[in-house]
């Protein structure tokens, strides 16, 4: 009976449905731990004040974040030089917590023994600053100060210092951005036209071209364009005045009042104080904050929009460079060339591609296309740029060709797998008819084959999009100043370097001074990149299926 049972094939239809089930399970346990790892870290904590016991006796007031706890044993303790007297279990708990204010404490993280705490609380009026610089800072708010002068004329009401100071934080975010704007669009254009003009003149040079006139148009113009410049900065320097208007005393955990500068503000939250629709609003504005905003502080707090453009960006150029070539010469392969020791040694060669470790491609498109190539084009084309580099530099550009050809041989042999399924007699049948085979391919062949050129396209998207090793080598960098893409012409500046969120996490997660608060932020990127490339495989799906929908028919 066992013996029939096995013969039927349905233990290993069971075996293999079990193994499936394993493996989903593990991959949404992964992504669920990176996504509560991550996610967790933009919930609103509650902030602890809490009374510490030195070792000399004397008390001290901790303010902060509750980070993280462990239980650590005393053996460990005691080999690290730390001895707590009338303490006689064998672990205790320590609790790890961000105490911020970095001007003025050693570390923005402490740990803090269990037995050392004399008293907890949570107070609702203690604040988070969170600022562009230096951090977060913790205290309680004591006034709101305008030209060094309170705005209160006598000691506010909780409720009143919380309303002005939320009124005054909106007008210098306004302000900030309207600065940020004018900098980066219109002072930014000007900059750019005057380095075009610069280019320009030692081109003309270069040539034996550059007459009175054509120096004298080039004059003119840099000199309207400084007129312009100095407006602007005028503007942007009354601005800035403008937002260093206001300021804010804190009373931080030493007791002492500390003034700081609105400008440098960006949001101000009472955590302890807040409800469960606050706390709701407030995580997802973080993650707003999170996916739109640019990093700070070594990429340690901020967010990673320039990383999620510069990964979507560079794997959408990869994908309009790999799929033509994948799928002609997947084309030329089947269709074409004949099956003689060439073609077979041809397609051996293409399985083998596949196999070599992703950083030699780095190595090689370093050496020949940011070097050779792209030496040669500067060389040519913009000799009047040199001796800095143009092309001749890692950039998006040769980052998104390097990885077009790592992931080329998928995209062939998907089409081709694709091409073979498609029966003979359609071809020949077509060919009968009086259609060539350049209008049987167009017009048949390829439609039938697209949904497995979007297939290779789809493996191909999922490989480029976590490949971190090469792009070190050919365009990526820790900190980008600005995006390849602008309102300058042309436009799309493929020279430029880029952020990109593997190598964003690699960055955070091994090369941060400030492991602590970059740990988090390690699982929220990585969330941020699966999600990002689910995103794009899923775009492909849907196209890849309604194009099976679109010439299902063909197929009868």
Do not use: C
Not at 287 to 296: A, D, K, M, Q
Not at 453 to 475: D, F, K, Q, S, Y
Not at 494 to 506: E, P, S, V, W
Request: charge should be negative; charged fraction near 20%.
């Amino acid at each position: 009976m066992m013996k029939d049972w096995f013969k039927t094939g349905r233990p290993w239809i069971w075996l293999t449905a079990g193994a499936v089930s394993v493996s989903l399970i593990a991959v949404l346990g992964l992504l669920a731990l990176i996504a509560w790892r991550g996610l967790s870290f933009f919930w609103p904590a509650e902030i602890h004040e809490i009374q510490v016991q030195a070792s000399d006796g004397s008390t001290k007031t901790v303010i902060g974040e509750l980070y993280d706890t462990e239980e650590v044993p005393m053996e460990r303790l005691a080999e690290s030089g730390i001895v707590l007297e009338n303490y006689s279990e064998e672990t205790l708990e320590r609790w790890l917590l961000k105490v911020g204010n970095r001007e003025y404490v050693p570390l923005d993280f402490m740990w803090i023994m269990e037995p050392q705490i004399v008293a907890d609380a949570k107070p609702l009026d203690v604040a988070k600053i969170e600022r562009s610089k230096n951090g977060n800072f913790y205290g309680y708010i004591t006034d709101v100060l305008e030209q060094g002068e309170s705005v209160f004329n006598s000691s506010p009401e909780q409720s009143e210092l919380r309303e002005e100071l939320a009124q005054r934080i909106e007008r210098v975010l306004d302000i900030n951005d309207q600065a940020e704007d004018l900098q980066n669009s219109e002072i930014g254009a000007i900059n750019y036209r005057l380095n075009q003009l610069r280019l320009e003149r030692r081109a003309l040079a270069l040539k034996e071209q550059l007459t009175d006139s054509e120096e004298q148009r080039i004059a003119a113009e840099e000199a309207q364009l400084r007129a312009d410049y100095k407006v602007l900065e005028e503007e942007l320097f009354a601005m800035r005045e403008e937002a260093s208007r206001d300021s804010i005393v804190v009373r931080d955990m030493r007791g002492m009042d500390v003034t700081i500068p609105m400008y440098r503000v960006l949001d101000v939250t009472f955590p302890n104080d807040m409800g469960a629709i606050a706390k709701v609003g407030y995580f997802f504005s973080q993650i707003g904050n999170f996916v739109s905003e640019n990093p700070r502080e070594a990429n340690t707090e901020g967010g990673v929009f320039p990383a999620i453009f510069g990964t979507v960006f560079m794997v959408l150029l990869m994908s309009v460079i790999v799929t033509p070539f994948g799928v002609v010469a997947a084309i030329y392969l089947h269709e074409y060339a004949g099956k003689n020791p060439v073609t077979r040694l041809i397609r051996i060669a293409v399985i083998n591609l596949a196999g070599v470790p992703s950083i030699v491609y780095g190595v090689f498109g370093l050496g020949f296309f940011v070097y050779m190539v792209g030496g040669s084009l500067d060389q040519i084309f913009y000799p009047e740029a040199l001796p800095s580099p143009t092309f001749g530099t890692p950039g998006v550009m040769w980052s998104a060709i390097t990885l077009a050809i790592l992931t080329l041989p998928v995209v062939i042999v998907s089409t081709e797998e694709g091409l073979s399924r498609i029966p003979s007699s359609l071809r020949e049948g077509s060919l009968a008819l009086g259609a060539t085979k350049a209008e049987t391919l167009w017009r048949i062949i390829i439609p039938m084959a697209s949904p497995a050129i979007m297939t290779g396209l789809i493996l191909a998207v999922a490989r480029a999009a976590g490949e971190v090793a090469p792009l070190m080598l050919v365009g990526v960098v820790k900190s980008a100043p600005m995006l390849p893409v602008d309102g300058n012409f042309p436009y799309f500046h493929l020279d430029r370097k880029f952020m990109h969120l593997g190598f964003h996490i690699y960055d955070v997660g091994f090369q941060s001074p400030n492991v602590e608060a970059a740990r988090p932020l390690v699982y929220a990127t990585s969330f941020l990149l699966v999600t990002v490339i689910v995103g794009l495989n899923l775009t492909a799906i849907s196209v890849r299926n309604h194009l099976r929908e679109k010439y299902r028919s063909l197929e009868h």
